[in-house]
């Protein structure tokens, strides 16, 4: 999956550091990020690349083993000269595109931007935040609130019916191939609650014997996964939420598609059903 880099090691803890010549920075605008695509390959650019405006601060994300990635402060702006040879492309390219571990570090560099660009006012009092020094968080300087990043759980659903596996399509999203039941956490739900809410708001069909399967985090939704194998209880009739479905069918073993890609935990969880191996 997208975040599986082994054997490089992903160190998310925060650091007040400042960047250095060969670090990595990962500059964005909106939706897209300024890199370099080559046969398949995506090349970020260098701290040490850009001319920097005087009162323009870099601020730390992470690192993959000794490798450190900063991006640009939101609330500010001036680069003097970015380097040739790259251009903007949309961010989502790097679900097709490695090296791996790069992939993995925009899609979470994007999820940080979003919520740095969401989080540059209070949203009590309206005041312009500073950030905390010592961990990542925003703090206002007038009220004293903090806020730190926050994820979304998201549970991802293979319903089985013996040699069967109930899949969807979702409607109005470019998305056309065959998905899994999925679906938000409400506040004061658990994780197992929200299987059985959403398979049966999506699909009418009632579920028992919830089996955890694996977790991911998701940045191109800012959101955490957590996957689970659950077996049919009672009736198979299918009775389909149109509002965010456009199919949902029993679909034999045998019939299933193979993945077309490894980066997310739905296709990998349909493809070990699809060859036995749950």
């Known amino acids: 999956m997208l975040h599986e880099i082994h054997p490089k090691t992903f160190h998310v803890e925060y650091r007040n550091i400042a960047p250095e010549p060969d670090d990595m920075l990962v500059l964005f605008d909106g939706e897209k990020v300024f890199c370099h695509v080559r046969d398949g390959e995506a090349a970020l650019t260098r701290v040490g690349e850009y001319s920097v405006a005087e009162n323009m601060e870099l601020r730390y994300l992470f690192s993959i083993d000794e490798l450190r990635f900063f991006m640009a402060d939101v609330s500010q702006a001036g680069f003097k000269e970015p380097p040739g040879g ?19 570090a925009v899609i979470t560099a994007q999820q940080l931007y979003k919520w740095y660009v969401s989080r540059r006012y209070c949203g009590a009092c309206g005041e312009k935040t500073i950030h905390a020094e010592s961990e990542r968080a925003c703090v206002c300087p007038v009220c004293g609130i903090t806020d730190y990043p926050r994820l979304s759980p998201v549970v991802i659903v293979a319903v089985t019916n013996g040699e069967d596996l109930l899949v ?8 056309r191939r065959y998905a899994l039941v999925a679906g938000f956490s409400e506040i004061g739900e658990s994780l197992e609650d929200t299987v059985r809410r959403e398979v049966f708001e999506e699909t009418g069909v009632h579920v028992h014997n919830i089996r955890y399967y694996k977790s991911q985090p998701w940045g191109l939704t800012s959101t955490l996964l957590s996957g689970f194998y659950c077996d049919l209880d009672g009736d198979s009739s299918i009775v389909l939420d149109e509002n965010e479905l456009s199919e949902a069918i029993w679909l034999p073993r045998a019939e299933i598609p193979p993945a077309d890609s490894d980066i997310a935990l739905t296709a990998e969880m349909m493809e070990m059903f699809r060859t036995g191996r749950m």
């Open 86 to 104: 790259y251009e903007w492309h949309d961010f989502s390219i790097f679900r097709m595109t490695g090296p791996r571990h790069i992939a993995f």
């Open 168 to 175: 969807t399509r979702y409607r109005d999203r470019p998305y």
